[in-house]
Structure formats: structure tokens, C-alpha cells
């Protein structure tokens, strides 16, 4: 039903739990595909995707161009961005279904936004709350989970077009994108 993107900067124990909180979703038959995306000779990554059974994808380049040529390589009509790092809710997976069948009901493009939640565990200071009123002000950011259609991705010209990560999201437009109630919990 859709791939996952997740480019992973050569940091291994980010890119485990996000794959880890994944496990679900291709358990319940609601992710196809797994593609990790880091630049080349990072051989722990490349380890990672192998015993987790997603592919790797060897890149130089922007965040963004990785993305961009990670997205690429999928087979679905569904495409979800994440960073390592990234923890989704434990309803994600049911939202993700639910947003997919309204919007592809629908007949209009919209992206689905994931919100972002500072680990419960980690220290929250100015920072958390500078960039909870920079959101709230700009909009989400290009670090947050964007699921997206291939179809709409393609018309917009995906992050290669865009030329950052934010950019896509510039692109959708606020009517374009949808917050979704499922937060992603940053590492």
C-alpha cells in the first residue's frame, strides 16, 4: 500500500528504531516496501537494511535529493518520508489507512502531516517550545513524516524539483496538507 523513504545520515541506532516502529505496519500489510538511503560506504546502514530485509541506496547528495532518488526506487502508489530517528504513534497505521482511502476517494491531492512530539524522555527546554511556535507560525517542517500519493509527489516535481526538504512542503500549500493526529516522536 506504500513505501517508506527514511535517509539515515550513517547513524545506525536512529534508523533501527524507526524501522523498528515499522515492524507493525508491514505486519498489517499497510507498508510494501522499505528503502533506506545513505551516502555510500556506510556499511552499518547497508548491514541495517539487510537484517531488517529493506534495501538500501547508496547516495551523494542533499537530504532532500536522497529522498528524492530514495522515492525513486519505490513500487507504490503511497509514499511515506520519515527521518531516522522517527517514532510513530501507535495509531498511525489505522490513521495512515484511513487518510489513504479518503483521500484517494476524494479525487483531491493532499498530503498527510505527522506531528511532531519531543520524546517524553528527553529534557524539553526553549528549544521544544521555540519550535512548536515556529511551527504553529511556518507551518510543519521538512524533518516531520509527510505521506503523500506518487501521482501528487510526481506533480509536484517531489523533493528534486523542490530543492529542500521544506520546499515540497511549500509547494503542497496549507490546503494541500492535512495534520494528521499521529505524532512522530523524534530520538
Known sequence: MLSV????????RPAVATLT?????????????VILVDRPGSSEIERVADVAGCRFMAFAGSRAAAMAAG???????????????????????????QF?????????????IFRYAPSPYADTGWRDRVRALTR??????GDE?????????????????????TGL???LGRSARAELRSRLVRL
Open 145 to 165: 513524516g509527510v505521506l503523500i500519493a506518487r501521482r501528487h509527489y510526481d506533480q509536484l516535481g517531489g523533493y528534486a524539483a523542490a530543492g529542500s526538504e
Open 5 to 12: 523513504v527514511i535517509p539515515t545520515e550513517g547513524e545506525e
Open 71 to 97: 522515492a525513486a526506487q519505490t513500487k507504490s502508489e503511497w509514499l511515506l518520508f520519515l527521518q531516522a530517528g522517527a517514532i510513530p504513534d501507535s495509531g498511525w497505521i489505522d490513521e495512515s489507512a
Open 169 to 171: 512542503l511549500r509547494r
Open 21 to 33: 516502529a515499522l515492524v507493525s505496519g508491514v505486519a498489517a500489510g499497510v507498508v510494501s516496501d
Open 136 to 141: 504553529l507560525i511556518a507551518g510543519p517542517r
Open 100 to 112: 489513504i482511502k479518503v483521500v484517494s476517494d476524494a479525487g483531491r491531492p493532499r498530503a498527510g
